[in-house]
Nanobody
């Protein structure tokens, strides 16, 4: 079983920065699983923000965050990060980390997906991000 936890959320002013962390515990690790960050604002559907392949060689971003957000991973430390710069009020919401059901050790790496109904077997409880003056 894989238990996922997000951390690093908080309140930030517009233009500010945050870095979210996604870690895992239990009998398995995040290592080489595709991981994605999703977010959900009140009254809106959950949307994919960024995803990363198992080795970290491929990443994909939503158009709304390109150039401002960076997803990265450290498989040795069992963590996936989401760096967020130049935050805007529309970036506010609960950010969820999700991991696929199993590792995909395939080279060359396939593209990852931002679709919430993909093979995201494990989800964290979410981290609140508030962007306000």
């Amino acid at each position: 079983q894989l238990k996922i936890m997000e951390s690093g959320g908080g309140l930030v002013q517009p233009g500010g920065s945050l870095r979210l962390s996604c870690t895992a515990s239990g009998s398995h690790t995040l290592g080489y699983r595709f991981v994605s960050w999703f977010r959900q604002a009140p009254g809106k559907e959950r949307e994919g923000v960024a995803c990363i392949s198992g080795y970290g060689g491929r990443a994909l971003y939503a158009d709304s965050v390109k150039g401002r957000f960076t997803i990265s991973r450290d498989n040795q430390e069992n963590v996936v990060y989401l760096g967020m710069n130049n935050l805007e009020p529309d970036d506010a919401g609960v950010y969820y980390c999700a991991a696929e059901s199993s590792a995909r050790i395939v080279l060359p790496e396939p593209a990852c997906s931002l679709t919430p109904d993909g093979d995201w077997a494990y989800w964290g409880q979410g981290a609140q991000v508030t962007v306000s003056q």
